[in-house]
């Protein structure tokens, strides 16, 4: 075996212990410890194989391979005095260079001419040996330690470190043996813990590969994915024959990272409450509970539930019981609310806004509610949309909304459907809300998306208005996330109101005293900041997104019809040398001042430009056409076919000419070709691939 290949059998065992982590903020917190570790070894030139990370809510921790035995040796050069200095007229050493180079221990001779953006200085290179793997490890390792960013955090009350649990322990380990390392106060060592329950307080890990089976045999899986896979294999295990569970990710993904060693039990509820709808029943078992709700076929809630406990088993059935017992207490109140709240009818609670603050500058929900009635009425005259903008907050003051928040909107619907309202308006008041994320989908129902559109940009316009705007660690009423909402409603239901109109609507329902020209723009910029987001998330390079959104946004949905087009031909040849032109003709008119009026045919001297006249001329109406019918590639094509005649018009004639009639004739030709470009995107942001 080579020295090369020795040098590549380093492992590194890392183990943060602390105190229980809420389970949503252990994977971001992994990740960032994870790519910390990665960024610094590269920093420190410090090459390695593979990162593998583990995690449990008692733990963060890292494991990795093939890292060499210390830092590759590195050379730095030294710079002295300036040549001018360091040499006299004869070009014999000064003084200053003779300083130099003994303060540095090298000879005069030995030093070198090199030249530098700031002229030509006299220097050496010197030598610096690299360090150690274990010196290398314990200085990255607090600033791994420092750069974890949590939602919320506690404090020390010495040295006022911050961090989301109390630090327990530190298991370290570089080819199994312990690396002098200390932060806060704690010193590693070689002992981790197991199970809080079934498991040893202390395990002593004396080799870096007994890692993982030494907390298996101590009820603590840390590899996630096997956390993950138990999971999934005992789901089908103990799921009722015939059935399955409501597909949960997010509650997947919650119930992984809440247990060390997690074990699937099956328990039954009461046929009786069967008769409560199905949203409530899923809410009850998933909000407070972390149940998985269990359907048939038809995805028809049934009632069974499974619930992921954090021990070995319960073969005597007695967690089961006291899941059961709970999940009643909690079915029995929610039937509760649901016979109560449905014996007023959500127009009886209409007033009752008035009582809820939505802001405190912005009013009550009652004043909310007439501003989307307002709002809707802008966008459509249909009746049941302005019914379901009267009602689509009157859930905020029913007993099962106090009790379960994210039913709301839900349950509005729900009331209304029993209430006997048209499905038009209680599906529109049930899905309002939607989407809450990208992977959530929009309204089904047209009203439903105008409504939606009406609520979220209402928020984003009054918050705007008074000043509640999104920082990097602030966004209390979830700013981005309602106009992420409001661009994908627009975008998924092929909605083409402007931004800008949308916005001005939204504005005439507040006092004079918020509107301002300023907050509007500001607004236009945060919607656009957001499309530009999703359309990202769409595959949509940079540069086109620059360019489409360059010019003004008729609509969303068109905008990213304009988008795809242009993705689509920018890497025809004929359009990436039109584009070049483009960028030419761009440059020109925004160092001239132009009379604009019509072309005049007469002062079209030359036969280079009166050819592209007439090659504008006849495509423009097939442009115009193409537009009209929303034809963006075709349109593009039409544009792309006056490559050779603008290449020709550039090489022959002077656009810039003395003669001033002929001058701004050019360039109102110059400008009337721009403007067909404009109506898709400034296509000089596209970027040239060589």
């Keep these: 075996m080579s020295k090369s290949e020795k040098k590549k059998k380093n492992k590194f065992l890392f183990e943060l212990g602390l105190e229980e982590i809420p389970a949503d903020m252990i994977s971001p917190a992994l990740g960032q410890m994870c790519q910390g570790f990665e960024k610094r070894l590269e920093e420190a030139c ?62 005069v001779a030995d030093l070198e001419l090199m030249e530098t953006p700031k002229g030509n200085y006299v220097g050496y290179r010197k030598k610096i040996p690299g360090k150690s793997l274990s010196e290398v490890l314990q200085e990255v390792l607090p ?68 890692y993982l089976d030494q ?89 069974y539930f499974l619930t992921v406990i954090n021990t070995s088993g319960d073969p005597e059935g007695k967690i089961q019981k006291g899941h059961e017992k709970v999940l009643r207490a909690r079915l029995e109140d929610s039937a509760f609310f649901w016979k109560a709240d449905r014996k007023r009818r959500l127009e009886e609670r209409v007033e009752d806004l008035d009582l809820i603050l939505f802001q405190e500058k912005l009013g009550t929900y009652r004043a909310k509610t007439e501003r989307l ?35 709301q909107g839900v349950m509005g619907g729900l009331y209304a459907r029993e209430d006997g309202y048209p499905e038009e308006v209680w599906k529109a008041i049930y899905e309002h809300y939607q989407p809450v994320s990208l992977e959530d989908a929009s309204p089904s129902t047209p009203l439903g998306a105008l409504l939606s559109i009406a609520d979220k940009l209402d928020t984003v316009v009054g918050c705007f ?80 997104l620059n360019a489409v959104l360059a010019v003004e946004i008729h609509g969303v949905y068109d905008a990213y019809q304009r988008a795809q087009s242009l993705a689509g031909i920018r890497t025809d040849k004929d359009f990436e040398a039109l584009a ?73 004639v002077l656009v810039m000419t003395e003669e001033k009639k002929l001058r701004q004739n050019r360039l109102r030709l110059l400008h009337d070709i721009s403007q067909l470009f404009l109506r898709i995107a400034d296509i000089s942001e596209i970027v040239q691939e060589n």
């Excluded at 050819?611 to 097939?622: N, T, V």
């Design 215 to 303: 907390l298996r045999q101590n009820y603590v899986l840390a590899d996630i994915e096997e956390r993950r896979a138990k999971i999934a294999a005992e789901i089908e295990e103990v799921t009722p024959k015939g059935l399955h569970i409501s597909s949960d990710p997010h509650l997947l993904e919650t119930v992984v990272h809440l247990n060390e060693y997690p074990t699937l039990i099956c328990g039954s509820f009461s046929e009786e409450f069967l008769k409560l709808p199905q949203e409530v029943l899923t809410t009850v078992m998933r909000h407070h509970q972390k149940y998985f709700s269990v359907v048939n076929e038809e995805e028809e809630i049934q009632s």
């Design 465 to 544: 208005a008074i000043d509640i705007v999104p920082t990097g660690s602030s966004d209390p009423f979830a700013l981005r996330r309602q106009a992420q909402g409001l661009v994908k409603v627009l975008l998924d239901h092929q909605l083409d109101y402007s931004l800008s109109h949308l916005v001005e609507l939204a504005e005439k329902n507040f006092p004079a005293e918020t509107k301002d020209k300023e907050v509007r723009e500001q607004v236009l910029n945060f919607l656009k900041g957001r499309v530009r987001y999703i359309f990202q998330e769409k595959g949509i390079p940079y540069d086109v």
């Design 46 to 107: 410090i090459d390695y194989g593979s990162i593998r990370p583990f995690a449990s809510p008692r733990r963060l921790a890292f494991l990795v391979e093939d890292l060499p035995d210390h830092q590759p040796e590195r050379e730095e050069v030294v710079l002295g005095p300036s040549q001018s200095v360091a040499y006299d007229e004869q070009k014999k050493p000064t003084r200053a260079v003779e300083g130099f180079a003994r303060k540095g221990g090298v000879a």
């Design 143 to 210: 600033q791994v330690l420092t750069s974890i960013s949590w939602p919320k955090n506690m404090y020390w009350r010495e040295s006022r470190f911050r961090f989301i649990r109390p630090l327990r322990w530190y298991l370290a380990l570089l080819n199994d043996e312990v690396l002098p390392f200390e932060f806060e106060g704690l010193k590693a060592g070689n002992t981790t813990r197991g199970h809080r329950f079934l498991g040893a307080p202390d395990i002593q890990v004396l080799q870096v590969d007994d």
């Design 373 to 407: 009635r307002t709002f809707c009425s802008g966008l459509s005259e249909d009746p049941h949309l302005d019914t379901a903008a009267l009602l689509c907050k009157t859930d905020l003051t029913s007993d099962m909304v106090r009790e379960f928040a994210g039913l």
């Design 580 to 652: 070049m032109a483009y960028k030419r003709t761009k440059n020109i008119l925004s160092k001239q001042s132009i009379e604009l009026s019509a072309v005049s045919q007469e002062s079209l001297i030359d036969p280079e430009e009166r050819a592209l006249f007439r090659a504008y001329s006849e495509i423009k109406p097939k442009v115009d056409n193409n537009l009209e019918n929303g034809d963006y590639v075709a349109a593009l094509k039409q544009i792309a076919g006056l490559r050779k005649t603008v290449d020709q018009f550039f090489d022959k």
